[in-house]
């Protein structure tokens, strides 16, 4: 299984993105989908999670700027991020909770990580 991340770049605070995350391999159900991310110095951090039924829930700091979505016939997961802040600046993670085989329990699997850059 892969998750394969894009989208990431440099831009001006105010301006948008819009993150990717395609899933791959042998993939027979996937749960919740998420994105996190890591900025230099800080643990890692929930930005926004959807659920298969698309059920979503966001970090406070977030809220009404970004959306996440995800389109499950593709098995990927996306994130628009509008009026970005320079404190936005960090490597994003995508995560999904997914299942294998019908005989496995479902786990956690992550992207490489695209980075993201807010100049002020």
């Known amino acids: 299984v892969q998750l394969q991340a894009s989208g990431g770049g440099l831009v001006q605070a105010g301006g948008s993105l819009r993150l990717s995350c395609a899933a791959s391999g042998s993939i027979v159900s996937i749960n919740g989908m998420g994105w996190y991310r890591q900025a230099p110095g800080k643990q890692r951090e929930l930005v926004a999670r959807?659920?298969?039924?698309?059920?979503?829930n966001y970090a406070d700091s977030v809220k009404g700027r970004f959306t996440i979505s995800r389109d499950n016939a593709k098995n990927t997961v996306y994130l628009q991020m509008n009026s970005l802040k320079p404190e936005d600046t960090a490597v994003y993670y995508c995560?999904?909770?997914?299942?294998?085989?019908?005989?496995?329990?479902?786990?956690?699997?992550w992207g490489q990580g695209t980075l993201v850059t807010v100049s002020s």
């Open positions: 995560n999904a909770n997914l299942r294998t085989s019908w005989r496995a329990p479902s786990g956690d699997y």
């Open positions: 959807i659920t298969s039924g698309g059920s979503t």
